[in-house]
């Protein structure tokens, strides 16, 4: 127990602790995993390899100066190249081969020593263990294919895509861990090579293999490997995240990627884009942040052990776990708490600093719009909030929420839920002593869906007295006992129900004769009209010119009249 939790200090003081430099890397492993569909919230599983050779006994141990040529993957041409690489270092866990081209440039022999040492001997969160012993401990022994019982570092100059800002610093093949000529779906049907062993491919150029950086991208990758000898179908950002994880345990840096979620902190959670992608980096960040928050709240280091471990995919296997736990909570509402935890940074080893996509200073603010994907969140702020009333609605009829994070003069922080009608809308109003406010709308759809689960949602925010209306009322042309009331709203509403409350009214008393109820919108198109109505049947007995009509917002009184004027 106590090693976990000097484990998780000495991690929380290195998460700062270095940089990856002017370009971000990223991992290239989902590249060749298996064709996945961008966006849907799972990947699409095909068939990847058709094997065409048998079991080959156990390599027999290596010796330095060893020259082996490998079969590398090309992310430009989406085929397989002839890599020439020397034997350059043996550890107890591991073989160091370098490109022949980067021997002696960027790859030394000092390098070489570093690599096997951050693997075989020491990490900076535990100065007895490396990366190997860190995670194996934990997670399970990697597969061995070529029976050697030892990971091969290939350090090689990857042939990547020219993305700007982005390059791809290491993967992790599963082709290699199939035997003979495959085809690959990833390599648009062309006819490629396994390597037959577990091997981690790291770059050279831009990574610098000198750095930590490259070692956090060993352990990263390393991972990988041990994931897919658990579940090969893995879902991509249960698999990033489980190796972001694997970083942070570490004790490696990864301010990058949560630096770039703080500054996109809408991301989907569960969407995997494509590679190249310019918003890739965020969900990196999102990823390990989701795994960084189980750890904390549901269970520590063990629910991440079972989550690796078990074989169901994306949110099944996450459920499974949690349930396993005994965590009675569902995925959705942890993923409601989740969201409110970033913005709030409510983490022990992290800090957050999230940057909302838009803020308000003046009001009305006019009904606005925004759209979610599925599992993310949206971060909208007020300024000079108090007495404002924020009005949501959305086209999600079970599936989203709503919450306003307020920031109060007496520097109490408090959230609160805009509940939700049947129609999916809601409105809430600030206390006066709000100095600032953060709308925060989320879409958590448990049961995923192969097309795309967008919502789109509108806002308001208003202080009352900004809203006036213009009513009627008008008897039925048909039916003279039957009455309608008529409201026109100075702006469309967003969230926001007028209602009616009739009262009796003689020249010495008035008196209740029905309670307030909602009016309704009169519209082809919703957003946009202003036009409220309210029908009623005028009891017998009852004449038109006693009948007192009281139309209210959000219980402040706005407009009242008579039947008949």
């Known amino acids: 127990m106590m090693k976990n939790i000097a484990l998780l200090f000495i991690a929380m003081l290195l998460i700062f602790g270095f940089s990856f430099g002017s370009l ?60 020439s690489a020397v034997l350059r270092g043996v550890g107890n866990f591991c073989y160091v081969f370098v490109e022949d081209t980067e ?112 070692h956090n991208v060993i352990a990263h990758e390393f991972q990988h490997i041990i994931n897919w000898k658990h579940d ?21 840096s990864l301010q990058e990627h ?37 750890h904390e709240q549901y269970g520590g280091i063990e629910t991440l052990i079972k989550i690796v471990q078990n074989r169901g995919t994306s949110l099944t296997g996450i459920t499974d776990v ?25 983490y022990r080893a992290v800090s957050l600093f999230l940057s909302p996509r ?13 759209q979610l994907h599925n599992f993310s969140a949206d971060y909208i702020g007020f300024e000079d909030a108090g007495g404002l009333t924020l009005g949501f609605s959305s086209g999600s009829v079970s599936s989203t929420a709503a919450h306003a994070i307020e920031f109060h003069n007496t520097g109490a922080i408090q ?29 958590q759809a448990e049961i995923l869906s192969t097309a795309p689960q967008n919502e789109r949602y509108q806002y308001s925010a208003t202080r009352g007295a900004h809203i006036t209306f213009v009513t009627t009322a008008l008897p039925n042309s048909v039916h003279p006992r039957y009455w309608d009331i008529i409201a026109e709203s100075s702006e469309p509403l967003v969230g926001l129900t007028p209602t009616v409350a009739l ?11 029905r309670e307030a109820q909602a009016m309704y919108q009169v519209a082809q198109n919703p957003q946009n009209s202003r036009l409220y109505r309210f029908s009623f049947l005028l009891e017998p007995g009852i004449e038109p010119e006693s009948v007192v009509y009281q139309i209210s917002l959000d219980s402040r009184l706005v407009d009242t009249g008579t039947l008949i004027e």
């Open 358 to 370: 838009r803020w308000h200073r003046s009001y009305p603010s006019g009904a606005q719009e925004g």
């Open 103 to 214: 021997w002696n440039t960027r790859v030394t022999a000092a390098t070489v020593q570093s690599v096997i040492r951050a693997f075989d001997v020491t990490v900076p969160a535990d100065p007895q263990r490396g990366i190997y012993l860190t995670l194996t401990e934990r997670f399970g022994t990697p597969p061995d294919i070529d029976g050697n019982g030892r990971i091969i570092l290939l350090l090689l100059n990857i042939r990547d895509k020219d993305n700007t800002g982005q390059f791809t610093a290491g993967f992790f093949n599963p082709a290699d861990q199939s035997r003979g000529v495959l085809r690959h779906p990833g390599f648009r049907g062309f006819p490629i090579r396994s390597n037959e062993a577990e091997i981690l491919y790291i770059d050279t150029h831009p990574l610098n293999p000198n750095s930590p950086t490259a």
């Open 24 to 83: 971000a890397y990223v991992c290239g492993t989902p590249q060749l995993s298996f064709t996945r569909t961008v966006d849907r919230g799972s990947d699409t599983l095909h068939p990847p390899f058709e094997v065409t050779a048998p079991v080959l006994p156990a390599a027999p141990a290596l010796l330095v100066g060893t020259e082996r040529t490998f079969f590398a993957p090309d992310f430009r041409s989406s085929q397989q190249y002839n890599v």
């Open 415 to 443: 959230v609160r839920e805009i509940e939700l009608s049947t129609n999916n809308a809601g409105s809430l109003v600030l206390p006066p002593t709000v100095t600032e406010a953060i709308l925060v709308p989320s879409l």
């Open 322 to 346: 949690l349930a396993s736990q005994g965590v009675p909570q569902s995925i959705s509402d942890i993923f409601v708490s989740w969201k409110l935890a970033n913005y709030l940074s409510d």
């Open 503 to 513: 009262m009796l009214s003689d020249s010495k008393s008035e008196q209740l004769h």
């Open 258 to 294: 949560i630096t770039a979620f703080e500054k996109s902190p809408s991301v989907s959670l569960i969407a995997w884009p494509s590679e190249g992608n310019s918003a890739l980096l965020p969900h990196y960040g999102a990823a390990f942040l989701w795994m960084l928050y189980l």
């Open 232 to 252: 090969a179908k893995e879902a991509t950002w249960v698999d990033e995240g489980c190796a972001e994880y694997a970083s942070f345990l570490c004790g490696y």
